[in-house]
């Protein structure tokens, strides 16, 4: 029983971040055209997401390389 619990627990925990992500990640993707600081907002959505998947993750790492290239003035380039 208690671990029927346990697994409950984490699939709503789950769940919640699930859509607390998604909706500020939806936000930061609205104020792309819509007034608002989306360069913040979508790595905070992306951030929350990330610790539930990897695919967040993954992006949010993607996200983090091109504003350390930015900052070094190497701007959007792909160096591949």
Same mark, same amino acid.
């Given at each position: 029983?208690?671990?029927?619990?346990?697994?409950?627990?984490?699939?709503?925990?789950?769940?919640?971040?699930?859509?607390? =992500?998604?909706?500020?990640?939806?936000?930061?993707?609205?104020?792309?055209?819509?007034?608002?600081?989306?360069?913040?907002?979508?790595?905070? =959505?992306?951030?929350?997401?990330?610790?539930?998947?990897?695919?967040?993750?993954?992006?949010?790492?993607?996200?983090?390389?091109?504003?350390?290239?930015?900052?070094?003035?190497?701007?959007?380039?792909?160096?591949?």
């Amino acid at each position: 029983m208690k671990h029927l619990v346990l697994r409950t627990l984490g699939q709503a925990k789950r769940l919640i971040v699930s859509v607390i =992500g998604f909706t500020i990640l939806a936000v930061g993707i609205a104020m792309i055209v819509l007034p608002g600081p989306a360069v913040v907002v979508i790595p905070i =959505g992306l951030a929350i997401l990330a610790t539930e998947f990897i695919w967040a993750r993954k992006l949010l790492d993607t996200v983090k390389e091109r504003i350390a290239r930015m900052r070094k003035g190497n701007g959007l380039q792909n160096n591949r």
